[in-house]
Every structure is written in C-alpha cells, then in structure tokens.
C-alpha cells in the first residue's frame, strides 16, 4: 500500500538524517472536495473527501526544547526554538508574522499548540510526501495535521480531531496569512477510511459520508499554478462579508451567507456592488448541494450527483470566477465520456485539478481521453489519478515500517 511504503521512507529517512529510530509514524492524507466549495468561511456545508495521498512523518523526542525538521520533498533542514516560539504567543500580531514556506506551518502549529496552552518537548522529524504541492488537494493542511499529530504524541497530548483541526486553521490564518475556512483541516483530521465527510461549518459536526460502491473519483491535474491565489481567494472572502454587512442592517440575524436566502439576497440588491451580489448568489446556491450530493450517493444516484457537480462548476466559473481556461477545459473533456457523470474544480480554484464523478468500469477510458484532449486543446500535460477515500491523520506503530 502506497500509504505503507511512505511511512517506511518517513522512518528510513528519520535515521538517516538523526541517526537513531523514531518513536512514532503519522500520515495525514490530502483532500478533494466532492462539492460545497467557497461555503466553509461562510458558516456553510461542505463534502470534501479526505485521499490516498499523504504526508507522512517519523517523529522522535530531544532532550532540548527544538522543533527540527528535514523535509525530503524540499531537501531542507529547519529548526526552531520552541521557547522562542512560545514567547512570541505574547507578542503584538504584526509580529506573528513568520512565513517561512513549508516550514512556516509547521512553526504556526507549534505557535497554535503552545498558545492553546500546551507544553511542547524538543522534537526531530523527518518528513515525505506524494501530494503535489500547491495543486488544491491541501497539502499545507496535510503538513499542519501530521506535524500536530506527531508533536501531540512527542508532548503526551490527547489527540482530538476538531481540536487540533482548528489549532491548524489558526496556524494558517496567523503565519500563512490565508483567511482560509475549517474544511481542509478538519477533513483531514477527522475523515473515517472509506466514507466523504459532511462537515457542517458552523456546528463542526460531521456526518460520515459512504461513496455508491460503482462510483470513483478520478483527479485530473491541470499542470497550473497559481503564486497569488492567497489574495484573490481573502478578495472573495471580504465580498461575501461585505454582502453580509448590508444583509445585517436589514436582518440583525443574519451572521453569514449561511443565513440568506435568494429572496434575501434580493431584498438588498440595491445596496450592493453587481459583483459582490454574484459572489454572494453562488454561495447561496452552493449551500445546498452538499446535503442534496449526500442524499444522491444515498439513493446510488450517480446521475444525478454528476449533475450537481455540473452545477457547482458552473456557478464557480460564472458567479464566484475562481475557475480558469484549463480547470474548464478538463471539465468540458470529462463531460463529453461517456461514463463520466459529473466534473468541477476542486478546492479553492483558481489553478490545481478537476475531479471527475466516473462509473468504475469506464475510468480507464476517460483518464485516456482527458489526458490526450488536454494535450489537444491546451497544449500541456494532466496528470491523472484515481483517489479512494481515507481516514483522517493518523498514528501507526513504528513496528509495522520495518
Ligand atoms: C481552500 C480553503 C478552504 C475552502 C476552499 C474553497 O481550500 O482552505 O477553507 O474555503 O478553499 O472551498
């Protein structure tokens, strides 16, 4: 199992790099979002789908109190002072600042586990990974959940899925400075091996989700990346709670999107800018589709779910525009197989991969057909995966990574 096999190379790098044997091994899986996208920090409904890709990591304690890492994707040793760290739960926020590319997050966890009050050991840890970075599938959410799990385990602290999950989203916030919503974190947190997680983004209670057993999902990579995506997705996010400022002064209990309905939205369609007002149409929208893509996997109807997902791309491409060229003509392709029944960006948008709703006996033929399509139509390569789902971020015993 690929999973196995990066936790063997977690542990086998771990005694390269610090010449002893870690204590622990965890991997933390990377996601697709099945559907409900932009709704999560607007107190909405997602389905993301926790994958069979990770981050893996081999964690052993030190005697003194350093966070050191070596990641093998980036092939860099970092290391930072946890009493720095800890100091710096008092400092002013504008100082709060440290972006440090990967290891950034790994720093924010540990600011997020000591300023929840945690007292944090010494750690090595040495990381490995197949989830492309920066393609939507939540690496950096991977990195923040593998790095909490080992360092709860180094440190004795219980694991708690949402918990940690939220510690991760602060680290986001404060270090990376994405204004990102919960979905990523907690679905890679708390996601159970073979279902898709409802997560409902106000309550954070969540509802284990089965797949219809003919159902895959394939992922198609578009090649794209997008360095500024961080500022257009916090653009978006400040449209939909201006929307909500002027929803509020009609509806004092209105708190969020969540809250509105079209007729609402209509009711102040004078008080806001045109653009604003179709950001905020597509959230409305949006909100319903994971309980209505829940109940189709529940009726087996892949048709219909196809449809749904259909309609949320659209929507991203037309009302929320954080789709582009190549995310929509990798959806055009996957429509136009047959057996395909449904397909749209995944993830923040912007850049990063499509999923595709395919039936399990033509998933062959459609990766062949997008891949050779896209080559066709944009002149650039996808690559093509299918992902089943997976458990959240877990600990396994260091006995079974020989
Ligand atoms: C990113 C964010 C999530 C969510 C999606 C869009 O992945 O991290 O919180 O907002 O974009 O649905």
């Known amino acids: ?67 050191r890492v070596f990641s093998s994707e980036f092939q860099q040793m970092r290391e930072i002072s946890l009493e720095a760290l800890e100091r710096r739960t008092t400092a002013s926020p504008e100082r709060r600042s440290g972006r440090g590319g990967w290891f950034g997050y790994l720093a924010g966890v540990a600011w997020a586990m000591l300023t929840a009050g945690h007292r944090l050991r010494g750690a090595d840890v040495s990381l490995v990974s197949d989830l492309p970075v920066g393609a939507g599938l939540s690496s950096s959410a991977a990195l923040e959940l593998a790095i909490a799990r080992a360092l709860a385990e ?7 899925p949402r918990t940690f999950a939220l510690m991760a989203q602060r680290a ?24 898709a997680l409802l997560i409902d983004c106000r309550s954070l209670e969540t509802r284990d989700i089965p797949l219809p057993p003919d159902a895959r999902i394939v992922v198609f990579d578009s090649g794209v990346r997008r360095e500024l995506a961080s500022s257009a997705y916090n653009d978006r996010r400040a449209a939909c709670e201006r929307v909500v400022a002027a929803l509020r002064r009609r509806y004092s209990w209105v708190h969020a999107l969540r809250d509105a309905d079209d007729a609402l939205l209509a009711d102040v369609a004078h008080d806001v800018d045109p653009l604003d007002l179709r950001r905020a149409a597509h959230v409305i929208a949006e909100n319903r589709r994971p309980l209505e893509l829940a109940n189709a996997f529940a009726c087996n109807d892949l048709q219909r779910a196809g449809r749904l997902m259909m309609h949320s791309h659209a929507s991203l491409r037309d009302l929320y525009e954080v789709s582009s060229p190549q995310l929509d003509t990798l959806v055009d392709l ?29 998933v062959e033929r459609v990766m062949s057909s997008v891949e050779i399509g896209y080559e066709e139509r944009q002149r650039r390569q996808t690559t093509a995966f299918v992902c089943r789902p997976s458990g959240g971020a877990s600990l396994f015993s260091t006995a079974s990574t020989p």
């Not at 096999?5 to 870690?22: I, S």
């Not at 440190?155 to 708690?160: E, G, K, T």
């Open 334 to 362: 996957a429509l136009e197989q047959p057996g395909c029944t449904g397909a749209r960006l995944t993830g923040a948008g912007f850049a990063g991969c499509i999923i595709a709703l395919v039936e399990a006996g033509s």
């Open 1 to 67: 199992m690929a999973r196995d096999r990066l936790l063997q190379q977690a542990a086998q790098l771990f005694e390269h790099r610090f010449g002893r044997a870690p204590v622990s091994v965890v991997a933390a899986p990377g996601r697709v979002n099945l559907i409900g996208e932009h709704t999560d920090y607007n107190d909405g409904f997602v389905l993301p789908m926790a994958i069979d890709r990770y981050v893996a990591a081999a964690v052993g304690p030190r005697s003194d109190r350093v966070l």
């Open 172 to 195: 986001e916030h404060e270090f990376a400075g994405v204004a990102c919503g919960i979905m990523d974190q907690l679905s890679v947190a708390a996601s159970r091996e073979d279902c």
């Open 154 to 160: 180094t440190s004795d602290i219980p694991w708690d």
